[in-house]
C-alpha cells in the first residue's frame, strides 16, 4: 500500500473553483498511474479522471468534462485536480489514488484502484 496525501478541498459556492493535490511522500508515482475517485457516503465510488504512467487521460465521468481536468508534475510527484464550475452535486469525498502503469478501464464493478489516500471533503454549497 503506498501512501498517498491529498489536498485542497474545502467549502465553496456553486459555479466556484478549486484544485486539489496529491502527493506521494516517500513514494515514486513516475512509471504510475494516478487518477482521482469521489464517493459520497451510502453511494457507490465515482471514478472521475486518471492520468496514465506516459500522460494519457482516461476519463470516467461525463458529468464533469469540461469542468475537471488532470496533470501531473512528474518532477515534484505530484497530480492534480483542477475542478471548476462546481455544483452541489459535485459534494463528496474525493480521494487520489496510484498503480502501476495504465489508468483503469472502467471505474464501475470490481475496480484495482491500487493505492490510495485518507481523502479530501469538497463541499458545494450556497
Known amino acids: 500500500q503506498l501512501h498517498l496525501v491529498e489536498s485542497g478541498g474545502g467549502l465553496v459556492r456553486p459555479g466556484g473553483s478549486l484544485r486539489l493535490s496529491c502527493s506521494g511522500p516517500?513514494?515514486?508515482?513516475?512509471?504510475?498511474?494516478v487518477g482521482w475517485f469521489r464517493q459520497v457516503p451510502g453511494k457507490e465510488r465515482e471514478g472521475i479522471l486518471c492520468i496514465g504512467a506516459l500522460g494519457h487521460v482516461t476519463e470516467y465521468q461525463d458529468s464533469v468534462k469540461g469542468r475537471f481536468s488532470i496533470s501531473r508534475d512528474y518532477g515534484k510527484n505530484t497530480a492534480s485536480l483542477a475542478m471548476s464550475g462546481l455544483q452541489p452535486e459535485d459534494t463528496a469525498v474525493y480521494y487520489c489514488f496510484t498503480r502501476p502503469g495504465s489508468c483503469p478501464q472502467r471505474t464501475t464493478g470490481v475496480v484495482d484502484f491500487g493505492s490510495w489516500g485518507q481523502g479530501t471533503q469538497v463541499t458545494v454549497s450556497s
Open positions: 516517500g513514494t515514486s508515482l513516475y512509471h504510475n498511474a
